[in-house]
């Protein structure tokens, strides 16, 4: 096992980017992927645990809260969490403490990707998309220079009782609005989104793209469309697409990123 492991879980590619960038300083590091049930879970063996991911209507994405019940970690190892949003961290890194005590938290704000929200350049602070991946480059520099130090938060982390009351409706709200993507014809069938499909949600029957019930609104598959056929409500048509440049498609369906 790796010296290092982070888990992540990334949407469209924000968190993974950060996640990359933090471990190519620290070297020696393993990048579980958490947007479906991570490949490994036991890490007592690895001497720092982190734990990057985004805030997806107040709180954790998809079923990470779940899979956080499973991992197991040294008592002796130091502990990471990093939140990436918009605006506020959510409910998310205390979700994250109450499970795994962490000796180190930070939330950056950067693109906003769920555009059926917002277009992608709503942030704190406001800034384009290149200022926001220059910002997010040099948060991760100093994270990781913080971990390699063993730097302890001396902040507490606190309830963050609103979000929970927004996220206990965000599975609802983010289903009911799965129901409105479709697919153009500009569609190709290049199969792009159902690989990416976090939650197995989209499949091709013939000629036509189904999208089930099972949305977490990840936007994976809207965003990473190699022809912007993919759509959640009209809105989504006029705004401007945004993923992170600086991840694949394809590094987002791997189990565990080597470093």
């Not at 918009?86 to 950056?108: H, M, Q, R, T």
């Not at 959640?232 to 394809?250: C, F, I, L, Q, S």
Request: hydrophobic letters at 35%; one cysteine or more.
């Amino acid at each position: 096992m790796k010296e290092n492991i982070i888990f992540c879980y990334s949407g469209t590619g924000n968190c993974l980017d950060m996640a990359k960038n933090i471990a190519k300083e620290l070297g020696d590091t393993d990048i579980v992927m958490m947007r479906k049930y991570p490949a490994v879970t036991d890490v007592r063996e690895a001497k720092r645990v982190g734990f990057i991911f985004p805030c997806y209507g107040g709180g954790l994405p998809g079923h990470v809260e779940r899979y956080l019940h499973d991992i197991k970690v040294s008592p002796d190892a130091y502990t990471f969490g990093i939140a990436q949003c918009a605006a506020y961290k959510g409910e998310g890194l205390s979700k994250l403490n109450a499970l795994i005590p962490l000796d180190y938290w930070a939330a950056v704000s950067h693109q906003c990707t769920c555009i059926w929200l917002f277009p992608h350049d709503l942030m704190i602070p406001k800034m384009g998309a290149e200022a926001a991946q220059a910002r997010s480059e040099e948060f991760a520099s100093k994270i990781a220079a913080d971990v390699k130090a063993g730097v302890k938060t001396k902040k507490k982390l606190g309830k963050a009782l609103a979000n929970k009351v927004e996220h206990a409706k965000w599975p609802v709200i983010a289903r009911k609005k799965g129901q409105s993507l479709k697919a153009s014809d500009k569609c190709v069938q290049c199969g792009q989104c159902a690989k990416i499909c976090p939650t197995e949600n989209i499949r091709y029957a013939g000629k036509a793209v189904v999208f089930g019930d099972k949305c977490i609104s990840c936007c994976g598959c809207l965003q990473y469309c190699p022809q912007e056929a993919i759509s959640m409500g009209k809105v989504t048509e006029k705004r401007e697409h945004y993923h992170n440049p600086n991840v694949t498609a394809d590094e987002l369906t791997q189990e565990i990123i080597s470093y």
